[in-house]
Structure formats: structure tokens, C-alpha cells
T-cell receptor
């Protein structure tokens, strides 16, 4: 069975602090995809990243970075120098390689950035 | 370059009425997925459709819910005799090919927020 766990329900930090959102997953597939999505207060889903299980290189995109550790089944997301506009619910998600569009979502972490 | 279009964005129904949610996939996409997001929860897969076929409905409630994706026109998620517990955001995603292949990234619509009063 596939499962995604986001243990942090809510995080609140002051603007400009760095913050890491944790994600732990379970899957029996040897090949799979991991995702992060952002859901701002307006409600739409914003795609942030997709990583396949072959590629354990960490990724950086501006203030965002992702740390994929296959050994611990984790795919953590760090925002450096956080901004108020980063306030949103962030979802980590997983799909199998052969069912890449059937995505299993975690329960989300609500991130609040205080000015 | 229209993305996945869902309408309506907001829908209010009284208990017992029917709700019809529409999803027009991105141009060139023939695969559609419906997800439901209950308040304060993550999205849960409901159904996967290809044109005129239901491929996987393992996440769909057995009663009152149905989905279709006709040859022409949008995909429709239909909820009959709605109850308060159906209040949720319903998201549609589309992809250019199906479940077998590395390029099956799904693109999500903005969702339809259904409120049952």
C-alpha cells in the first residue's frame, strides 16, 4: 500500500526564517514519483516539483529546496528566507511509476508566515 | 494556453438535489482524474477516465456518485441526492497519456467547491 505522512499539521514562523516541511512516504513500488503541491488560501493547487525515484539529487529552485533521501523514505521541503506570500497548505504526494497520475496525497502542512 | 477548466467554481445545493461538476481537460489530453478534498484534509483519488471509458473507480463511493467522459464535451462528475457530507472541493486533473509511462504528469484544475445546505 502507498502512504504519505506529513506529521506537521501546522507550522508558524516569522518572516525571513527558514522552514522545513517534512514528508515520509511508504510504497512497495521500486519506481515511483514524489510531488509537492502548494494550496494558497484561494484554494487552487499549484504544482511545485515532481521527482522520480531514480534521481536522489537534491533540487533547488530559488528559495525552495528539496531533500530526497531514499534510505529514510523522506522527501523534505525547505523554504529559505520565508515570505508572507509563502503562507499556504503544502501537500506532499506520491504515485507509482505505472500509475503516475493516480496520486496519493498527504494530509498537508499549514504554513503561516508572520510579518 | 488554457489549463484544466472546471466549472462551476462554487456550487451550492440543498440536501437531496443533484450536483453536476464539469471538467474540460487541457487541449490534447484524453485522460481525466477526479479527486475530492474534504475540509482540512488532503486530496483523495476518486476515479480515472479515458474518453468513453472508466479505467479505475476504486476511490468512488458506491452509491450516488457517477462519472463520465464522453467522446465530445467535458467530463462530468455527478452526485445524486447530495448530503451534507458531500460538501468538499472536487478537483479534476488531466494528462496527455494514461497510466503507463513516465510523462503522465497530471495538471490540476482550480476545483469546484460544493456546499450542501
Amino acid at each position: 500500500a502507498q502512504k504519505v505522512t506529513q506529521a506537521q499539521t501546522e507550522i508558524s514562523v516569522v518572516e525571513k526564517e527558514d522552514v522545513t516541511l517534512d514528508c515520509v512516504y511508504e510504497t512497495r513500488d521500486t519506481t515511483y514519483y514524489l510531488f509537492w503541491y502548494k494550496q494558497p488560501p484561494s484554494g487552487e493547487l499549484v504544482f511545485l516539483i515532481r521527482r522520480n525515484s531514480f534521481d536522489e539529487q537534491n533540487e533547488i529552485s530559488g528559495r525552495y529546496s528539496w531533500n530526497f533521501q531514499k534510505s529514510t523514505s523522506s522527501f523534505n521541503f525547505t523554504i529559505t528566507a520565508s515570505q508572507v506570500v509563502d503562507s499556504a497548505v503544502y501537500f506532499c504526494a506520491l504515485s507509482g511509476y505505472s500509475s503516475a497520475s493516480k496520486i496519493i496525497f498527504g494530509s498537508g502542512t499549514r504554513l503561516s508566515i508572520r510579518p | 494556453n488554457a489549463g484544466v477548466m472546471q466549472n462551476p467554481r462554487h456550487l451550492v445545493r440543498r440536501r437531496g438535489q443533484e450536483a453536476r461538476l464539469r471538467c474540460s481537460p487541457m487541449k490534447g489530453h484524453s485522460h481525466v482524474y477526479w479527486y475530492r478534498q474534504l475540509p482540512e484534509e488532503g486530496l483523495k483519488f476518486m476515479v480515472y477516465l479515458q474518453k468513453e471509458n472508466i479505467i479505475d473507480e476504486s476511490g468512488m463511493p458506491k452509491e450516488r456518485f457517477s462519472a463520465e467522459f464522453p467522446k465530445e464535451g467535458p467530463s462530468i462528475l455527478r452526485i445524486q441526492q447530495v448530503v451534507r457530507g458531500d460538501s468538499a472541493a472536487y478537483f479534476c486533473a488531466s494528462s496527455p497519456q494514461g497510466d503507463r509511462g513516465p510523462n503522465t504528469e497530471a495538471f490540476f484544475g482550480q476545483g469546484t467547491r460544493l456546499t450542501v445546505v
